[in-house]
């Protein structure tokens, strides 16, 4: 069975979906068929706790703090992934990114 695609989830402020898209779209990334900027998100609760060396996005460290983010999520190539993940690190806000790469059998 050969993996050729992977599906990545990222979680992110809403406010940075749409940059987030279009970063990754304007790279040829969001492109399914005769479509582009496929991508879907859906709101999720998150906790964390930013530790000594933290320089955290939201919170205050030593506490444990909760907030609403979003999950997004879209399809690329697996030879893509090095590619994606540098264009997510680089316009993320978070100091520490959630980023999944899970791989889609066919």
């Known amino acids: 069975m050969n993996v050729d695609y992977v599906k990545v989830e990222v979680y992110l402020p809403e ?17 399914v068929g005769n479509y582009d900027h496929v ?4 709101r999720v609760k998150g906790f964390w706790r930013p530790l ?4 955290s996005f939201d919170g ?13 999520e879209f399809s690329c190539m697996r030879d893509q992934v090095e590619q994606v993940r540098k264009i997510i690190i680089d316009n993320h806000p978070y100091e520490e990114p959630i ?7 066919i």
């Open 15 to 31: 406010e940075y979906i749409e940059t987030m898209r279009n970063e990754l779209n304007d790279h040829g990334f969001l492109t």
């Open 39 to 42: 991508i879907s998100y859906s």
């Open 99 to 105: 980023i999944y790469f899970i791989p889609i059998l």
């Open 60 to 72: 205050e460290k030593g506490k444990i703090s909760h907030g609403t983010e979003c999950k997004m």
């Open 52 to 55: 000594e060396f933290a320089s």
